[in-house]
């Protein structure tokens, strides 16, 4: 089903004619659809049987079962109001004992409330696929977490715009997710927490799994691994402007994926600045 997913078993090597912009636009579009209403995302996605929301936190998601695929779709809204994000991020790692790895709490908190609701209602003979955008995205990779301890088998997923969710440690042990991030070179979010951020007390936050970057019209850079780290927290602040939000938002990943449809380029990393679009 997903040709992009298969350049992360080698990390020395990756193929970017791989990269199926359609079926990352697929993805997208329902995290950018987890928005919306019940009745939109309905009448979008007719294998819809479940729309629900948090209690406590407002986050919405929704789930689309098809039989005749054998699968089971699980999309996460993200923040919707980005005014009160250095206070969303600013949780301390704890240590998760079902995991058995230091995550970080806010999103924990979130993605076992949805665990709950959600298991009873899954079928463990089918492929479960989780994607989201921005918080959703982070509670979609640990929630990729909690269905892979318990033996649901998982497919390929992709999300959009992801803080980070655990350390070094955590990385690691799930590092073998089948787990595309994408992320928008202008959008400073996956880069939350900053490193530094409270480095001392269990190692600093990383990312999981490969990241696909994208750039301005057609071209995107393809990493293994996360590579771009901020060290400096007051400076990472501060950079957080206007620009940076509106990169975030879910509207301008669809847009500048459409930009990719019928014409993509990859370009190496470290010249990624040459194709970015301020």
Not at 140 to 153: I, R, V
Request: charged residues 20%; proline residues 5%.
């Amino acid at each position: 089903m997903f040709l992009l997913l298969t350049a992360c078993e080698n990390e020395t090597t990756t193929d970017h004619n791989a990269i199926n912009f359609e079926q990352v636009n697929w993805y997208a579009k329902r995290a950018a659809l987890a928005y919306q209403s019940e009745q939109d995302i309905k009448a979008a996605f007719p294998d819809t049987v479940l729309v629900a929301t948090t209690p406590n936190s407002d986050v919405q998601y929704f789930l689309e079962q098809d039989p005749i695929r054998h699968r089971q779709i699980i999309t996460i809204r993200g923040t919707a109001n980005l005014r009160n994000i250095r206070e969303d991020v600013e949780y301390i790692q704890s240590r998760n004992p079902k995991l058995g790895i230091y995550v970080h709490s806010g999103f924990d908190k979130d993605t076992y409330q949805i665990f709950q609701d959600l298991t009873p209602r899954l079928n463990k003979n089918h492929t479960t696929i989780v994607t989201g955008h921005s918080l959703g995205a982070a509670i979609a990779t640990l929630l990729m977490m909690y269905l892979q301890e318990e033996g649901y088998l998982l497919g390929p997923s992709i999300n959009f715009g992801q803080p980070k969710v655990t350390n070094h440690a955590g990385a690691q042990k799930y590092h073998n997710l089948p787990l595309l991030r994408v992320a928008d070179e202008n959008d400073l979010v996956p880069m939350v927490p900053p490193r530094d951020f409270l480095d001392s007390l269990h190692g600093a936050y990383e990312h999981i799994g490969p990241e696909l970057m994208l750039l301005g019209g057609k071209f995107y850079t393809y990493q293994t691994h996360h590579q771009v780290e901020q060290d400096d927290v007051d400076s990472f602040w501060d950079n957080l402007g206007d620009e940076s939000i509106k990169a975030h938002y879910m509207k301008h990943y669809l847009h500048n994926i459409a930009l990719k449809l019928n014409s993509a380029e990859a370009v190496p990393y470290d010249q990624r600045e040459r194709y970015i679009k301020q």
